[in-house]
């Protein structure tokens, strides 16, 4: 395809990188000419680099680059143009009038696509003359890694195109993802799951930032703690993405924001671009603290409270793990008591089980088979006693997190608020189920796709979790979603679609 690309910052670069390596020949474009030079010296040198470093064959870069075309102007007549890919300035009046000036100067055939974050695409589309050739194609940063794109058909886009654009970008190397024209349209509302949770559990001092990265990261499985995502991304940004989606959504309590982040925003506590953020960067910048070591005693008889799946895994793992495990439903004086918690808290069942409150502490099930392992603690622990609980748990090799007594815990909150976000993107439809997971995973480099990683706990486990946090706080953040409950009640998987009314009408 002959594709022009207007915007010659840092997404049109990437664009650009992508689409040439891709085979296509690229139109690039900016309202500074001396910006289209600096961006087609940047391509040129990004195809140099792979081919040095074996990822291009020395020809095929060299092709690649050949087929950058600059322009003097964004709005140049362009004969052979089939695609148009706008990345400039976020701004509603400035995108509309760009496109007013292509409709003008470019083929009847020309799709017009833009790649806004935030806009709807919709409002840009309502401007032009022909707002059925308006299309939504959202990259990300670095484009030539981040390997998916949201393709987003606005109100009155051309029926079928979207599917030929994501044809387009499939061929290109690219994962394509269909969207609605929603605010965040899916991988930034996907991803609000993660981060606002986060922020939750800091408004309630249930972890420190430091705690809560290195449950998620060990726990979990992620990447990146939801801190130190916000601090790459930059929380200016991440605030403004949060209080977008959930006044877009009308103030949905699934997606409220944190009173937190408005006045780490005032005080430039932007994260690594700023030097200080929820951590400090830069030369003078701390080295992360190292874990607090294990004072207690690891050989202190101890059993383990409850029934059922959660109790025996970590009955289990005690054993393995040379604890002095007292047999099942035996007690002594001064054993310690750990309790596997799902969805509830350790003093709910400290009440429930009349279990001593002095030495009684929650364990989360999540973290049992990991290598760091969560420990919950009461107002009413005696410390001794909380140090020897953690020695407990550490033996084997395993680290421990010691967080504040909370409903669910820390992993259990962010995974329950991941899946839950997702769930309710599918059960709105804003995306098909497997389009989620391939958005997510590759936008934002999670282990599983949320509604995937649903399926491996199990719906009728994340069904008892959010009910019981729900039923413990009074929070509807926690309100499981139809999806979720249908699922779970009917036997069925997250990621499957499930058959709707229509089917009576085929």
Do not use: C
């Not at 055939?109 to 695409?121: F, G, I, Y």
């Not at 703690?225 to 209080?243: A, C, N, R, W, Y």
Request: no cysteine; proline share 7%.
């Amino acid at each position: 395809m002959r594709i022009r690309v207007v915007g010659a910052g840092v997404m049109g670069r990437g664009i650009a990188q992508w689409a040439v390596t891709a085979g296509h020949t690229v139109e690039l474009g900016d309202a500074r000419r001396e910006s289209v030079d600096e961006a087609v010296a940047f391509v040129r040198q990004m195809l140099d680099r792979a081919a040095g470093k074996g990822r291009l064959g020395r020809a095929e870069a060299d092709d690649a680059a050949r087929r950058l075309v600059p322009l003097d102007a964004p709005d140049a007549p362009g004969d052979g143009v089939e695609l148009v890919i706008e990345a400039v300035l976020e701004d509603l009046a400035v995108k509309t009038e760009l496109f007013r000036r292509l409709e003008e100067v470019l083929p009847a055939t020309a799709v017009l696509a833009t790649n806004t974050s935030s806009l709807p695409v919709t409002r840009i589309a309502a401007g032009l003359r022909e707002p059925e050739r308006l299309i939504g194609l959202h990259f990300f940063n670095p484009v030539p890694l981040m390997k998916v794109a949201e393709v987003i058909p606005g109100a009155r886009t051309r029926p079928g195109l979207a599917e030929e654009l994501a044809k387009t970008v499939r061929a290109s190397g690219h994962a394509a993802v269909t969207v609605a024209d929603t605010p965040g349209f899916l991988i930034n509302h996907a991803g609000r799951g993660l981060v606002t949770e986060a922020l939750a559990l800091l408004e309630e001092q249930a972890a420190p930032v430091e705690a809560v990265d290195r449950i998620a990261r060990d726990v979990l499985g992620l990447r990146m703690g939801p801190f130190e995502l916000m601090d790459l991304t930059g929380l200016d940004v991440t605030s403004k993405v949060i209080d977008t989606i959930w006044e877009g959504f009308r103030y949905s309590e699934r997606l409220r924001p944190s009173f937190l982040t408005p006045n780490r925003v005032a005080a430039g506590l932007h994260g690594r671009k700023s030097g200080e953020g929820f951590y400090r960067y830069g030369p003078d910048a701390p080295e992360p603290a190292p874990e607090p070591p294990v004072t207690g005693d690891a050989r202190r008889a101890v059993r383990v409270a409850g029934t059922g799946p959660h109790a025996r895994a970590l009955r289990e793992a005690l054993a393995a793990n040379g604890a002095a495990l007292l047999p099942e439903g035996q007690d002594a004086p001064d054993a310690l008591v750990l309790v596997p918690v799902w969805g509830d808290s350790v003093a709910r069942a400290v009440a429930e089980l009349d279990l001593p409150r002095g030495r009684s502490f929650g364990v989360d099930p999540l973290s049992v088979g990991r290598p760091r392992r969560v420990l919950s603690v009461i107002p009413a622990a005696d410390p001794v006693a909380a140090r020897d609980a953690r020695a407990v748990l550490a033996a084997g090799g395993h680290t421990v997190t010691a967080v504040r007594d909370t409903a669910g815990s820390v992993a259990q909150r962010l995974l329950s608020s991941i899946v839950s976000v997702a769930a309710s993107v599918a059960e709105r439809g804003l995306a098909r189920p497997a389009d989620i997971d391939t958005a997510v995973t590759a936008g934002l480099g999670y282990p599983h796709g949320p509604l995937a990683w649903g399926d491996l706990v199990g719906a009728d486990r994340l069904l008892e979790l959010q009910s019981a946090l729900l039923a413990a706080t009074g929070d509807p953040r926690h309100r499981p979603t139809r999806w979720l409950a249908e699922r779970a009640r009917l036997g069925m998987a997250l990621t499957d679609p499930g058959t709707g009314p229509e089917a009576a009408y085929v």
